[in-house]
């Protein structure tokens, strides 16, 4: 089993940044890939950006963050990141971090094994 945390979410104003956490414990974090998704009101959780577990060799970033967001790991202290530049209003949501095994597609949140409880972020306009 693998314990993830969440943290950094909160109050921010448009074009401000933000950098969110991802503790894991439980097992070796360096072995997954990592995924941070959000989720906002009545949408569904979505894949903003993506890191494989091998030195990070593979990433992903929606079309919606993409330039703005950027993901990074540091294996050595089982931790995970997202930092979030320029944010906007509609980047206002649950945001989740998740690891999963390097097996089916990494977009899908069906395939990510571990989750953290989800920070919010709320941003204003």
């Known amino acids: 089993q693998v314990q993830l945390v969440e943290s950094g979410g909160g109050l921010v104003q448009a074009g401000d940044s933000l950098r969110l956490s991802c503790v894991a414990s439980?097992?070796?974090?360096?072995?997954?890939?990592m995924g941070w998704f959000r989720q906002a009101p009545g949408k569904e959780r979505e894949l903003l950006a993506f890191?494989?577990?091998?030195?990070?060799?593979?990433?992903y970033y929606s079309d919606s963050v993409k330039g703005r967001f950027t993901i990074s790991r540091d294996n050595a202290k089982n931790t995970g990141f997202l930092q979030m530049n320029s944010v906007k209003f509609d980047d206002t949501a649950v945001y989740y971090c998740?690891?999963?095994?390097?097996?089916?597609?990494?977009?899908?949140?069906?395939?990510?094994?571990?989750w953290g409880q989800g920070t919010q972020v709320t941003v204003s306009s």
């Open positions: 998740a690891l999963r095994w390097s097996t089916g597609d990494y977009y899908r949140p069906e395939n990510y094994a571990y």
């Open positions: 439980g097992r070796t974090f360096s072995r997954y890939d």
């Open positions: 890191m494989s577990r091998s030195g990070g060799i593979t990433t």
